[in-house]
């Protein structure tokens, strides 16, 4: 069984580009939800996303959007990238929504 | 607003000890409560997920417990090894389950050989 895999691991933009991450679920889960994990904090809840519509979302504004694929994979799209969102971005998949959460390794996103 | 709680920040004890890492949080209508472990710049390992409406689990050497009414959950580590050094990470899902975690900022955790 394949964990939650998540491309790239780094990667370095700069300020007001645009970014999208991926992550490809674990087999047999319909929901992913994406987290932000700042240096020295707890990871913070971005949106979730079931069986490919966003069905809950966190304090994050609408240049941070998402997309969920027949498949069950995902993509992070960011636009207008701001000093502050440099972080450790994490993807989670479970098996329905409210199902124990399992997480990728992360993509590492510097803004410059 | 769902804020969660842990102590201590860091600790450090010598391989073998028992340990116990404390997890709070402000509003008990919660679905479940997860404990995590991270390792410096990696994602997330899933420890234990305990239902709302269960007291512990234990895996292994690892025992959680959940006490929804006063808002605490605790994860003891028995015979700790230098392998245990990590973050652990308590995080809790709101009822309804329908919105992602609210995460604590961890407790860094040191096993000293």
């Known amino acids: 069984e394949t964990g939650v895999t998540q491309s790239p691991t780094h990667l370095i933009k700069t300020r007001g580009q645009q970014v999208t991450l991926r992550c490809s679920s674990q087999?047999?889960?319909?929901?992913v939800s994406w987290y932000q994990q700042a240096l020295g904090q707890g990871p913070q809840f971005i949106f979730q996303?079931?069986?490919?519509?966003?069905?809950g979302r966190g304090n994050f504004p609408p240049r941070f959007s998402g997309l969920q694929f027949p498949n069950y994979s995902s993509e992070l799209n960011v636009n207008a990238l701001e000093l502050d969102d440099s972080a450790l971005y994490l993807c989670?998949?479970?098996?329905?929504?409210?199902?124990?959460?399992?997480f990728g390794p992360g993509t590492r996103l510097t803004v410059l | 607003k769902q804020e969660v709680t842990q102590i201590p920040a860091a600790l450090s004890v010598p391989e073998g000890e028992n340990l116990v890492l404390n997890c709070s949080f402000t509003?008990?209508?919660?679905?479940?409560l997860q404990w995590f472990r991270q390792d410096p710049g990696k994602g997330l390992t899933s420890l234990l997920l305990i239902q709302s409406s269960q007291r512990e689990q234990t895996s292994g050497r690892l025992n959680a417990s959940l006490d929804k009414s006063s808002g605490r959950s605790t994860l003891y580590i028995a015979a700790s090894q230098p392998g245990d050094s990590a973050t652990y990470l308590c995080?809790?899902?709101?009822?309804?389950?329908?919105?992602?975690?609210?995460f604590g900022k961890g407790t860094h955790l040191i096993i000293q050989p």
């Open positions: 989670a998949s479970s098996l329905d929504r409210p199902g124990e959460q399992f």
């Open positions: 995080a809790v899902r709101p009822a309804g389950g329908a919105d992602g975690l609210t």
């Open positions: 509003d008990s209508a919660i679905y479940n």
């Open positions: 996303y079931y069986r490919e519509e966003e069905n």
């Open positions: 087999s047999g889960h319909n929901t």
